[in-house]
């Protein structure tokens, strides 16, 4: 499995991007697609996770009503639209994919992630 993360760069404060997450390598019907970030001297958190065959989704508390992550089946890419972006959202963003059944939770740990794509910077400017 090979995840391309894309879409990051520098944005003020109150204005939006989207990362892309184009996935190859396998079949995703039975993952669980998160994008986590980091920011400088932080651990890598979690942000939005989807379960690709049922579209279900879960996020982190702070980026709750701003951040919505999707997927594009026919693509395969997964998207995570970001709006009202803050200074504290300045991280680099990584996607990831875990194989997740519909008989557990989406998971958000960063140890339950099996395949990682390389990191795309977000800078919010105040």
């Known amino acids: 499995v090979q995840l391309q993360a894309s879409g990051g760069g520098l944005v003020q404060a109150g204005g939006s991007l989207r990362l892309s997450c184009a996935a190859s390598g396998g079949t995703f019907s039975s993952y669980a697609m998160g994008w986590f970030r980091q920011a400088l001297g932080k651990e890598r958190e979690f942000v939005a996770a989807?379960?690709?065959?049922?579209?279900?989704?879960r996020y982190q508390d702070p980026v709750k009503g701003r951040f919505t992550i999707s997927r594009d089946s026919t693509k395969n890419t997964v998207y995570l639209q970001m709006n009202s972006l803050k200074p504290e959202d300045t991280a680099v963003y990584y996607c990831a994919a875990t194989r997740a059944p519909l008989y557990i939770p989406i998971p958000t740990g960063t140890s339950r992630y099996d395949y990682w794509g390389q990191g795309t910077l977000v800078t919010v400017s105040s």
């Open positions: 989807i379960r690709w065959s049922s579209g279900t989704t």
